[in-house]
């Protein structure tokens, strides 16, 4: 009757004794001292792997082994950074259950490059861009060779015949002449670039895109010449466009006519209709609500049309904007908007109808925005009578941002600048001209941290100044503004003046805790008193960008209250 708790007792103690030892098993360690800095990294990764190829738990036996190979290797593990006559000194010691293999490393001489010869021979050889790297060859007599540069160099030559089309380019003789009598390293390169390849037609899978409007996505011509790099942009280029979901380019080398290369592009689709339903309260807004419907192909020609409905105590708003792809759709379009907003800040009120039709033009990290826009405004202002305002004026808006990382940049930078103006003599109640910078700056100067400089600057020009609606006037306070104010509680006025530092410093995880310094005014005067606000928070970095909670007082403010806000979205 107890024959099975004895049986039992005596699995766990041989389960424990062949697990046990295991945990108090053998382990060695490297000392290695005379070299630093990329050798040493090298080497180490090599003594990893030589570790690794022994299965755990190490025996003394395998220790021994592998104290044996070890000098070995690290010569070895020397010589792509130019050492070829390293002496090694080399001990096992053994305490408790610790090996420990020292090695001290005298690495000799560097070799050093005594000759170049490179020549390049084809069609290829009088381009600029192989008679600007012969002119700088990255290997010069006197340098200390190393493997890594020499394979650069290589890949440099190859990467130069892709981008101007020499695809067949080729490496017809490549020599490392090593004297290590008297150290010294002689060099051989000869590249012969073959004959220049072109581009050819480029066919599109069917989609929902007419064939007319996919091929207006093309930035290069049949007959231009191949670039592996022109082709790896325009898939970027496509990929990150709102047209496509995926999309796959690839150069059909196995169909190559007459030097040409034909493209293929193969393309998938997003849905045809995309909803947005979001709710939350905002710490100055109250409980708030948007509502979105974008209708992403109204034509088989790239037209779309996005709308969108927001509902807060402070802004009320329905909003259309008709979207007309350009002549090449990932940098040029026209839109056509209508808004209808209801804004409700702390010193007035506003129910404004506004009407827009612009041309957007993308280039890189930049896009431009010329407009024309028709405003009626009826709104009323503390201490002003009621006005009703009728406005025709263009706009000129341009804004740059580029960052090293979309959702949580450690660097980046944002700039814009919107000037837009009436002529009261044309189709408007007032005259005036008015221009907004705004800019933020991030920049990490260490692993833990971030700082974030951030500014706007706005200044009008007004006949006068009773007939300027309320929706073109500026406002201060908020998040992103002056935090510690409600929401574009400073203000209105005719100027405005922001400015605010932030400190973040990561904590642990995903999370930073910040404190930072606000101060900002917009008024009828320039430089007229600041509203001053600091504080701290706390950022919690997710997969759709920072959640940021902070705790801001109002320091211009009467008993100094302190004001909870929350964000979250990308900086950027």
């Given amino acids: 009757m107890h024959k099975k708790p004895l049986t039992l007792l005596w ?46 738990p190490l025996s003394e036996k395998d220790i021994q082994a592998i104290y044996q190979k070890t000098p070995a290797d690290i010569k070895e593990a020397l010589q792509p950074y130019g050492y070829f006559k390293a002496t090694l000194f080399s001990q096992l010691t053994h305490q408790k259950n610790k090996w420990t293999i020292h090695c001290q490393v005298i690495p000799g001489p560097l070799l050093r490059i005594t000759s170049v010869d490179f020549k390049l021979t084809g069609p290829g050889q009088f381009a600029p861009a192989f008679q600007k790297l012969q002119r ?38 490549k020599e490392i002449q090593i004297d290590l009598q008297h150290d010294t390293v002689k060099i051989i390169l000869h590249f012969d670039t073959g004959m220049r390849y072109y581009f050819g037609e480029v066919s599109f899978n069917k989609t929902a895109f007419s ?97 969108q409905l927001q509902l807060s105590s402070v802004l009320k708003g329905l ?15 026209y839109t056509l908007g209508a808004d209808i907003q209801r804004f409700i800040p702390k010193n007035g009120k506003s129910t404004s109808e506004k009407l827009s039709a ?42 740059r941002v580029h960052a090293d990382n979309v959702i949580f940049p450690r660097h980046g930078s944002a700039l814009s600048l919107n000037i837009q103006g009436s ?36 200044y009008t020009v007004v006949n006068d100044l009773l007939r300027l609606p309320l929706t073109l006037r500026f406002f201060a306070g908020g998040l992103g503004s002056v935090r510690g104010y409600p929401y574009s509680s400073i203000g209105p006025g005719r100027y405005l003046e922001v400015a605010s530092v932030e400190y973040q ?20 005067h320039f430089n007229d008193t ?10 919690y970095n997710s997969v759709i960008g920072p959640i940021q909670l902070y705790v801001a007082r109002a320091e211009s403010t009467h008993g100094k209250p302190l004001r909870v806000e929350f964000s979250i979205g990308p900086d950027f």
């Fill in 358 to 399: 612009a041309y957007v033009k993308t280039i890189r990290y930049w896009q431009s925005d010329v407009a024309l826009n028709y405003l009626v405004d009826h709104y009323d202002i503390i201490d002003e009578p009621s006005e009703t305002s009728e406005l025709l004026f263009p706009s000129f808006f341009v804004s």
């Fill in 319 to 333: 909003a259309a904007k008709y979207f007309i792809p350009g002549k090449n759709p990932l940098t040029d379009q």
């Fill in 505 to 524: 410093h990561h904590v642990v995880g995903n999370w930073h805790a910040a404190v930072f310094y606000d101060v900002g005014t917009a008024s009828n």
């Fill in 11 to 56: 699995m766990f103690l041989i389960c424990f004794m062949i697990l046990v030892p295991s945990a108090y098993a053998d382990t060695v360690i490297f000392n290695i001292n005379g070299i630093k800095g990329a050798a040493l990294t090298h080497i180490e990764a090599k003594l990893n792997i030589l570790e690794t190829s022994y299965p755990a």
């Fill in 211 to 307: 064939p007319d409007f996919l091929k207006r996505f093309i930035e290069f011509k049949p007959g231009e010449p191949f670039s592996s790099d022109t082709l790896l942009t325009f898939q970027q280029d496509l990929d990150n466009s709102r047209y496509f979901q995926q999309v796959i380019v690839t150069p059909e080398t196995n169909q190559i006519v007459d030097y040409r290369v034909p493209v293929t592009l193969f393309a998938t689709l997003p849905k045809s209709e995309q909803y947005h339903v979001g709710v939350g309260y905002g710490t100055f807004t109250g409980p708030r609500a948007t509502i979105g419907v974008e209708l992403r192909r109204m034509t088989d020609t790239g037209h779309h049309l996005k709308t």
């Fill in 423 to 458: 002529n009261k003599q044309i189709v408007s109640s007032t005259s005036f001209i008015q221009g907004d910078l705004k800019g933020k700056y991030i920049v990490s100067p260490t692993e833990f941290s971030r700082v974030i400089v951030r500014g706007e600057l706005g």
């Fill in 530 to 539: 600041f509203s001053r606000g600091n504080g701290i928070g706390v950022i």
């Fill in 136 to 173: 700088h060859f990255p290997l010069q007599p006197g340098q200390a060779f190393l493997v890594e540069d020499y394979n650069k160099t290589k890949a440099l030559l190859f990467e130069i015949a892709n981008h101007s089309g020499y695809l067949k380019a080729e490496l017809i003789q």
